[in-house]
Every structure is written in structure tokens, then in C-alpha cells.
């Protein structure tokens, strides 16, 4: 059971536009999601979070919306740069029980940015 | 420099051998993790660890062993039980407690069993 599903296995997109990455949730318990990027053959890096309280995040480029209604989140990169391209993950947690600090992973986004 | 060092970097294991993979952080953090990652698809956690000499299961934790008997140390085995054991293994760390749940990850061991 994939509780945390991203649809889109790659994305490709023009240096300078904006890449917009997406991630859908089905526990209704997740209450803080984060994205990861990374590298082949690499650990993922974090990029940015938010808390179920709030609808958006912002840190410098990259932009993370939370629309908990529909149980779906996005990153936005904007411009996109070549060096961006890498594979991104979204990720989930509840805080509350036994799962407490567990992060629950998506499949992946492989971003492809070119110049 | 605080982070977390995996080590080898490859390992290579013939079937029914049981490997150790090393975890070791030093950034005095409470909780540790190990995920496996396999082509295609995200990371799945296979043990988790809140605190010193207390672990607890993952999704998919059959097949493996860890021990917590320091704080900066997780070492996993992969024994002979674990029916694919070819991937490669990703430690993590995070601060147990607060509102930060925010992971930090190792390089990543790869390993190949034959």
C-alpha cells in the first residue's frame, strides 16, 4: 500500500522555466512533508519542509505547496537550472504514536533540466 | 565536520553469507535509520532506532538485524534470510523529539550479492 505516490516518473524541462514536481498522500495522519533531492550513487539531500499548518513554504528557489484538502503537495523550482536535475523524493511523517520521526518515501521524480 | 560516514562504499557477498554494513554519525543525534533503495523505486525503511539500546522495525525489516549500543553507531546485517538482498542501503540520522523531522543521510553502502 503506497501511501505516499509521486505519478510522474520524469520530468523534463528548459533551463530558466519552472519545474513543478508533485506528490499525493493517502494517511491523513501525515502532518509535515518534505522533499529530498539526489544524486546517483549519492545519499538524498534535503531540500525544504512543511507542517500541515500551513499552505506554503518558501526558500529561495524553491517553493513547496501543501493542499491538504486534496491530500497533495508540490515543489516548484523556478528558474530551473541544469544543475538541478537530479531525482527528487517527497516524504511524509506523523507525530504523533509509535510512528513518530518515521519518514514515509515516495518513488521518485527524475528531473532533467536542460540548458 | 559533523555527517554520517557508510562504509565500504561497495561490498560484494556470495548467497548465504551474512554482511555488516557501518553506520556512524557524529552529529549527537538521538534516532537513526536504515532504507534500502531498489531501481525505480523510493526509499523503504527497514529499521529504525529513537534512542540507545531500543530499535524498532520498518516496513520491511525481514531478513535483517541492527543494534543500537552507542548512539553514534547503527551497524545493519543483512543475513542469508533476506531473499534480495542487491541494493543499495542508505543510513540516516534526525534529532528524536521537537517539530524537526528533518533526516540527514549518509553516502550509501552498495551492495551486491552473487
Known amino acids: 500500500d503506497q501511501q505516499v505516490k509521486q505519478n510522474s516518473p520524469s520530468l523534463s524541462v528548459q533551463e530558466g522555466r519552472i519545474s513543478i514536481l508533485n506528490c499525493d498522500y493517502t494517511?491523513?495522519?501525515?502532518?509535515?512533508f518534505l522533499w529530498y533531492k539526489k544524486y546517483p550513487a549519492e545519499g538524498p539531500t534535503f531540500l525544504i519542509s512543511?507542517?500541515?499548518?500551513?499552505d506554503k513554504n518558501e526558500d529561495g528557489r524553491f517553493t513547496v505547496f501543501l493542499n491538504k484538502s486534496a491530500k497533495h503537495l508540490s515543489l516548484h523550482i523556478v528558474p530551473s537550472q541544469p544543475g538541478d536535475s537530479a531525482v527528487y523524493f517527497c516524504a511524509a511523517s506523523e507525530s504523533l504514536g509509535t510512528s513518530y520521526g518515521k519518514l514515509t518515501f515516495g518513488q521518485g521524480t527524475i528531473l532533467t533540466v536542460h540548458p | 565536520d559533523g555527517g554520517i560516514t557508510q562504509s565500504p562504499k561497495y561490498l560484494f557477498r556470495k548467497e548465504g553469507q551474512n554482511v555488516t554494513l557501518s553506520c556512524e554519525q557524529n552529529l549527537n543525534h538521538d534516532a537513526m535509520y536504515w532504507y534500502r533503495q531498489d531501481p525505480g523505486q523510493g526509499l523503504r525503511l527497514i529499521y529504525y532506532?529513537?534512542?540507545?539500546?531500543?530499535?524498532q522495525k520498518g516496513d520491511i525489516a525481514e531478513g535483517y538485524s541492527v543494534s543500537r549500543e552507542k548512539k553514534e553507531s547503527f551497524p545493519l546485517t543483512v543475513t542469508s534470510a533476506q531473499k534480495n538482498p542487491t541494493a543499495f542501503y542508505l543510513c540516516?540520522?534526525?534529532?528524536?523529539?521537537?517539530?524537526?523531522?528533518?533526516?540527514?543521510f549518509g553516502p550509501g553502502t552498495r551492495l551486491t550479492v552473487t
Open positions: 512543511i507542517s500541515s499548518i500551513k
Open positions: 540516516a540520522s534526525s534529532m528524536a523529539g521537537g517539530g524537526s523531522y528533518e533526516q540527514y
Open positions: 532506532s529513537q534512542i540507545v539500546n531500543d530499535f
Open positions: 494517511n491523513s495522519m501525515f502532518d509535515y
